[in-house]
C-alpha cells in the first residue's frame, strides 16, 4: 500500500542519547516536513524539505536536524535527546503542485527520561 | 501572517446530533482551507478542502465545511453524529506562496460521541 512509513512506532530513550527516526515514502512527492504533536499545542512544524537536497527549518528546530539525500528518505535526528523531545512525531509529505494537503504517517512516539 | 483559530478544544454530542466545529482564519491572501481527522493512535487524513470555487466543499464520511470570506470562516459540520466520529479535528491554513507551502494548523477540537 502506498504511503509514508515511519520507524520505530515507539520508543523510550535516555537523555543525552543520539536518536534518528526514519521517514519513507513512496509516492514520489517532492515536499516532506516532520511534526511534534503535544498536548495543548497542536502540530508544530520541526523541519521541511520542498525537493531532495534541500531542508529547511520550521518553527521549533532547536535540537534537530534533516537530511534528504532522496526524494524517499526524509530522517530527523535528535542529537542528543532531552525530556522536552518527549513527544509524538510525525512526517507528511505533499504532492507536487497540489493546493497544501498532507499525507501523513503513523507517527513515532518518542519518550526521553 | 495567517492563522488559524479553532474555537472549542473539547466539544460532546450526543450520537444522531449535528455536529458542528468551529474554524477561523486570517490571511493576507485567498486562502486554502483544510479539515483534517485524526483518530486515536493513528496519523493524520485529509477530510476536506477548499481551494476555489463552490464554498461548500464535501468531504469524507458525510463531513462538509463551508467557506464564508465575510465571516472568515469555515466551520466543519455533519448532520448525524456517529459513534466512530470521536477523533481529534484540525483546521488549517495553506501559506501558499509559491512552492513553500506550508500549512498553518489551529490547535485541534477533540469530539466525543455519546451513545
Known amino acids: 500500500i502506498a504511503g509514508i512509513t515511519q520507524a520505530p512506532t515507539s520508543q523510550i530513550l535516555a537523555a543525552g542519547r543520539r536518536m534518528t527516526l526514519r521517514c519513507t515514502q513512496d509516492?514520489?512527492?517532492?515536499?516532506m516536513y516532520w511534526y511534534r504533536q503535544d498536548l495543548g499545542l497542536g502540530l508544530r512544524l520541526i523541519h521541511y524539505s520542498n525537493t531532495a537536497g534541500t531542508t529547511g527549518k520550521g518553527e521549533v528546530p532547536d535540537g534537530y536536524s534533516v537530511s534528504r539525500a532522496n526524494t524517499d528518505d526524509f530522517p530527523l535526528t535528535l542529537a542528543s535527546a532531552v525530556p522536552s523531545q518527549t513527544s509524538v512525531y510525525f512526517c507528511?509529505?505533499?504532492?507536487?503542485?497540489?493546493?497544501?494537503?498532507?499525507?501523513f504517517g503513523e507517527g513515532s512516539r518518542l519518550t526521553v527520561l | 501572517a495567517q492563522s488559524v483559530t479553532q474555537l472549542g478544544s473539547h466539544v460532546s454530542v450526543s450520537e444522531g446530533a449535528l455536529v458542528l466545529l468551529r474554524c477561523n482564519y486570517s490571511?493576507?491572501?485567498?486562502?486554502?482551507l483544510f479539515w483534517y481527522v485524526q483518530y486515536p493512535n493513528q496519523g493524520l487524513q485529509l477530510l476536506l478542502k477548499y481551494t476555489t470555487g463552490a464554498t461548500l466543499v464535501k468531504g469524507i464520511n458525510g463531513f462538509e465545511a463551508e467557506f464564508k470570506k465575510s465571516e472568515t470562516s469555515f466551520h466543519l459540520t455533519k448532520p448525524s453524529a456517529h459513534m466512530s466520529d470521536a477523533a481529534e479535528y484540525f483546521c488549517?491554513?495553506?501559506?501558499?506562496?509559491?512552492?513553500?507551502?506550508?500549512?498553518?494548523w489551529g490547535l485541534g477540537t477533540s469530539l466525543a460521541v455519546n451513545p
Open positions: 490571511s493576507s491572501v485567498p486562502p486554502y
Open positions: 509516492m514520489r512527492h517532492n515536499a
Open positions: 488549517a491554513v495553506s501559506d501558499h506562496a509559491g512552492n513553500n507551502r506550508k500549512l498553518i
Open positions: 507528511a509529505s505533499r504532492p507536487t503542485g497540489s493546493s497544501g494537503e498532507l499525507f
